[in-house]
């Protein structure tokens, strides 16, 4: 029951962020219009998908088979998302402000939180299957 409701929450955290940055292009937000927004759009929209994968198909192997993969792709866009809030506050850019632009921040929150639980899961799988071969 946690992961469905967690799911939802990741689905319509993702639904917002995607309406928040279409919204630029819509009301023709020139100073928001960059490469970093492309991105965390494709990513936006692959990084529901994927979760529902995982949690519907209860796939914790896949996680675990890839997880070398993961984390570099979640530190990536952790960086992008970073360099544009940045780039948004520096340029002063006012049709960006909204209340929206604060689920970037928690996206954020949660990608960088989802890369240390992935790292100290790693951690104590690696341990555990190295006292197993001990």
Do not use: G
Not at 55 to 78: E, L
Not at 85 to 99: E, H
């Amino acid at each position: 029951m946690e992961n469905i409701i967690l799911l939802i929450i990741i689905i319509i955290l993702n639904i917002l962020i995607l309406k928040y940055l279409y919204d630029f292009k819509k009301h023709k937000c020139d100073c928001a219009l960059t490469w970093h927004r492309y991105f965390i759009l494709l990513f936006t929209i692959i990084y529901p998908i994927i979760i529902t994968y995982i949690s519907v198909s209860n796939r914790i192997t896949f996680i675990i088979n890839n997880i070398n993969s993961i984390i570099p792709v979640i530190s990536v866009y952790v960086i992008i998302v970073l360099l544009y809030l940045v780039k948004l506050n520096k340029s002063k850019c006012s049709c960006s402000n909204n209340w929206k632009k604060y689920l970037l921040y928690v996206q954020l929150i949660l990608s960088s939180s989802s890369i240390l639980i992935i790292y100290l899961t790693k951690k104590k799988l690696f341990n555990k299957y190295t006292l197993k071969l001990l």
